[in-house]
Structures are given as structure tokens and as C-alpha cells.
């Protein structure tokens, strides 16, 4: 059977170093040719690869023991064509030599922890965090014999003071949610490499566009590639990047923790991301001027916006982001119940968990993510009856602002 032989069309773009900016990288950093000359990567929809004879299956086995199986896929779980052409781009985008890909956001927290940590370590974990990504630390890392400590976002002696002998991993997130804190990267590894420790962050909120993690010093950066990334509110996905060797050492064990991304998805994903630049510049601009508008209106009790000179991490998110995003937290005046009618009024933004896609969503984080506690239960964890999360999409800024305005003027 005669295969297409390998273009050599369209050589492979080089990831790192060459200059380009993000939307160049969107849509061409890590691209390679295919056997088809297609100008978008095929979708390679397989489960698992045949072999021509049981030699074909014994050289690969050979050349696999010796640590180099020459691009020849064994199973789907092991590795996919269009898996790698994303994970490639993605790679390209956060100017790291590698990235793997996953089903979701936590399943790439939970595998490369899982896959990083021995028995018997210990993590330290900022606060603020996904509310998930702490349930994981406190009950499931602890059950197998691995510590945590929580320390609150932007205390950075008591990230340091909490580094045991048996601190392996420093695990921050920025901006947070849902009150946007930014994290120093430059402090926080500073502290880990005097340390010696790893550091990884989740900056799913901030996208390679606002801030590369990688490029402060960070050793892993991990996304919930199910927001911005992928971008239209259709899918999950996670992803980690980081230095070769260390994004080779998670390879294998994705393979037997098991939470591989489909090749569809890994398609959406490489599509939804060639417009990210152009998605998260829009987003920035609709956050501050939406920040700004509520900042401004009677009806609002405070905003947290890094953009504005509000935020306790104003200093540190101009210094280190390019843009602030387009998520903007805030109190309406009034309880519970006037913030549940404000959010009921509003005619453009969705009722919806998630954030970062074409579509704005809106929650009240102390019924949509906090609901089975008490309302004391909540200000322990400072999670305010009155708090709206607001995810903008890519809608225009004016008529976000227009039906915000509407919304409030029809509350309590
Ligand atoms: C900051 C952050 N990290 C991780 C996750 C988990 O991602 P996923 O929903 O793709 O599993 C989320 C989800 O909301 C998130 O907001």
C-alpha cells in the first residue's frame, strides 16, 4: 500500500525564539507539514495504529526500549498526530519546548501532581485557588501521604516560611478566582530557587497573551484549556508546558493514569486557539471599561479588577501582565437576594460556570459554587453573599455595559 510521501512544503515553524508575536503564534507557531499539503492539521480520528508485519512491530519495539520510537504511535492513550499538532501550538504560545494535553483542566493538575510526587512530600498551595484544585490537595494528596499547606495569596513570607524538607512543589494560580489576585512571579520563584523547589501556576485566567509564567523563571504552567484557549464555551481540555525533560517525564505517566484528550477535541482546541490574541485583546478591553463602568455606578459596593488602581495587585499586574483579562468580580448593594434579581435581570450574560469563551457568563459564586454552606461558612472562606463573578465573552463592550446598566437600574 502506497502512502503520501511527506511534504516539505510547509517546514516546521520553530516554537521558541523566532520572534513572532501572539497572534502569529496562534495560528502558525509549532505548525509542521502533513502527508495531505492541507493548510489545517487533519483530524487522525484513530483508536489505535496498525503494523505492517510482526517485524515492523519488533523494530518498533526495539527502537522504543532504546528511547526513541520515531514518531511510530503504538495506541491512541500513548499519542494522536492532531493531539501533538495542538500541543505543539500551545508550546509555541507559552515559548515552551513542550506540552501535553489532557481532558480537562484538573486532569492535567491532578496527573502532573500525581506523576511529580512521592509519598511522603509535601505542597504548598496559594489561597484564592480553584476551588477544586484545593479539594484535590486536602482530600486526595492527603490520603496518600502528601502535605499541604494553604498560605494566602501574596504573603510571600509565609510561602516561604511553610517550605519543609519534604516541600517538593510551590503551586500558585493567577489571576485567582474570584477575587483576581495576581501573584508576584518573580518573588515566588525567587523564594523557590533559593528554596529549591518547583513552582507551577495555573494561569488559565491570564492566557500566554497577558502573562508567560515560563518566561518569569515558573518550571510548569498549566491551563484549563476548556476557557480561553479553546475559547468558545464547546469543550474541556488542560494543558501543562514546560522544559522538555520535565514535560517527557509526564508523558509516560498520562499514559497510565489515562486522561488523554480526544483528537476532536484537540482539534477544537487547535482551532479555537488561532484566534486567541485576538479574543483576549477584545476581552481586555471590555474588562477595564466594564470595571471601570461598575467601579463608578451607586449601586455597586466594590469591583476587583487588576486593571484598576483598586486592586491590591494593581502594582504587581501592571508590571507583569500585558493585559488584565476579562473577568471582573464585584458586591452589588444589597444581600443575597437583590444580587440574585440583579443577575436575573441581566439580558446578554448567561447564568453559567466557566469563563473565557465567545459568550459572556455570570454567576453568584455563593449559589452557584458555594450553595451546600452556611452563610458564616462562606465569609470564612470569604466568599461575600453579593459577589458576582462576570466572565465577559467577545460581545461589544458598550452593550455588555448597556445591559449591565439596565440590570442595575431594575435592582433594589
Ligand atoms: C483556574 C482554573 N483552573 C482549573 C480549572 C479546571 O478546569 P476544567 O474545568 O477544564 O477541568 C478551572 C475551572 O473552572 C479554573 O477556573
Known amino acids: 500500500m502506497a502512502y503520501p510521501t511527506i511534504s516539505t512544503q510547509a517546514p516546521p515553524i520553530e516554537p521558541k525564539s523566532n520572534g513572532f508575536g501572539p497572534s502569529t503564534q496562534s495560528v502558525h507557531?509549532?505548525?509542521?507539514?502533513?502527508?495531505?499539503?492541507?493548510?489545517?492539521?487533519?483530524?487522525?480520528?484513530?483508536?489505535?495504529?496498525?503494523?505492517?508485519?510482526?517485524a515492523a512491530v519488533c523494530a518498533y519495539k526495539d527502537a522504543y526500549l532504546m528511547g526513541d520510537a520515531g514518531g511510530v504511535i503504538e495506541y491512541g492513550r500513548y499519542g494522536n498526530p492532531t493531539v501533538s499538532a495542538a500541543e505543539a501550538r500551545l508550546a509555541a504560545l507559552e515559548s515552551a519546548d513542550d506540552a501535553l494535553l489532557y481532558a480537562s483542566g484538573m486532569a492535567a493538575i491532578t496527573s502532573v501532581v500525581l506523576s511529580m510526587l512521592p509519598t511522603g512530600s509535601h505542597i504548598v498551595l496559594t489561597d484564592d485557588c480553584y476551588r477544586r484544585t484545593r479539594?484535590?490537595?486536602?482530600?486526595?494528596?492527603?490520603?496518600?501521604?502528601?502535605?499541604?499547606?494553604?498560605?494566602?495569596?501574596?504573603?510571600?513570607?509565609?510561602?516561604?516560611?511553610?517550605?519543609?524538607?519534604?516541600?517538593?512543589?510551590l503551586i500558585s494560580e493567577s489571576p485567582t478566582n474570584p477575587y483576581l489576585r495576581?501573584?508576584?512571579?518573580?518573588?515566588?520563584?525567587?523564594?523557590?530557587?533559593?528554596?529549591?523547589?518547583?513552582?507551577?501556576?495555573?494561569?488559565?485566567?491570564?492566557?500566554?497573551?497577558?502573562?508567560?509564567?515560563?518566561?518569569?523563571?515558573?518550571?510548569?504552567?498549566?491551563?484549563?484549556?476548556?476557557?480561553?484557549?479553546?475559547?468558545?464555551n464547546d469543550l474541556l481540555a488542560g494543558v501543562v508546558a514546560g522544559e522538555a525533560g520535565l514535560i517527557a517525564s509526564l508523558r509516560g505517566p498520562l499514559g497510565v493514569l489515562g486522561g488523554i484528550i480526544d483528537p476532536n477535541n484537540a482539534n477544537l482546541v487547535l482551532r479555537g486557539v488561532k484566534t486567541l490574541a485576538l479574543r483576549v485583546e477584545q476581552q481586555n478591553q471590555s474588562g477595564m471599561k466594564v470595571a471601570q463602568f461598575l467601579e463608578a455606578h451607586p449601586k455597586i459596593e466594590q469591583v476587583w479588577y487588576p486593571g484598576l488602581s483598586s486592586h491590591p495587585d494593581h502594582r504587581v499586574a501592571i508590571q507583569q501582565m500585558k493585559g488584565f483579562g476579562g473577568v471582573v468580580?464585584?458586591?452589588?448593594?444589597?444581600?443575597?437576594?437583590?444580587?440574585?434579581?440583579?443577575?436575573?435581570?441581566?439580558?446578554?450574560?448567561?447564568?453559567?460556570?466557566?469563563?473565557?469563551?465567545?459568550?459572556?457568563?455570570?454567576?453568584?459564586?455563593?449559589?452557584?459554587?458555594?450553595?451546600?454552606f452556611s452563610p458564616e461558612e462562606r465569609a470564612g472562606m470569604g466568599i461575600r453573599d453579593n459577589l458576582v463573578r462576570l466572565a465577559l465573552g467577545i460581545e461589544d463592550a458598550q452593550d455588555l455595559i448597556t445591559d449591565l446598566a439596565q440590570a442595575l437600574a431594575m435592582a433594589p
Request: hydrophobic letters at 40%; a negative charge.
Open 329 to 372: 468580580s464585584f458586591t452589588v448593594r444589597g444581600g443575597l437576594e437583590a444580587t440574585s434579581r440583579f443577575i436575573d435581570n441581566l439580558q446578554l450574560s448567561q447564568i453559567a460556570t466557566s469563563l473565557g469563551g465567545t459568550e459572556s457568563l455570570v454567576i453568584q459564586p455563593a449559589l452557584m459554587t458555594y450553595y451546600e
Open 135 to 169: 479539594e484535590f490537595a486536602l482530600t486526595f494528596l492527603k490520603r496518600l501521604g502528601i502535605g499541604c499547606t494553604i498560605v494566602p495569596m501574596g504573603d510571600y513570607q509565609a510561602l516561604e516560611d511553610a517550605i519543609c524538607p519534604e516541600t517538593r512543589l
Open 182 to 232: 495576581v501573584l508576584d512571579m518573580e518573588r515566588f520563584v525567587e523564594v523557590a530557587r533559593r528554596r529549591k523547589v518547583r513552582t507551577m501556576v495555573d494561569a488559565t485566567f491570564a492566557t500566554p497573551v497577558n502573562i508567560q509564567p515560563l518566561a518569569w523563571g515558573v518550571d510548569l504552567v498549566v491551563h484549563s484549556a476548556s476557557k480561553y484557549l479553546a475559547g468558545h
Open 29 to 54: 507557531g509549532g505548525r509542521s507539514a502533513n502527508p495531505y499539503n492541507a493548510v489545517t492539521e487533519p483530524i487522525i480520528q484513530t483508536a489505535t495504529y496498525t503494523f505492517a508485519d510482526t
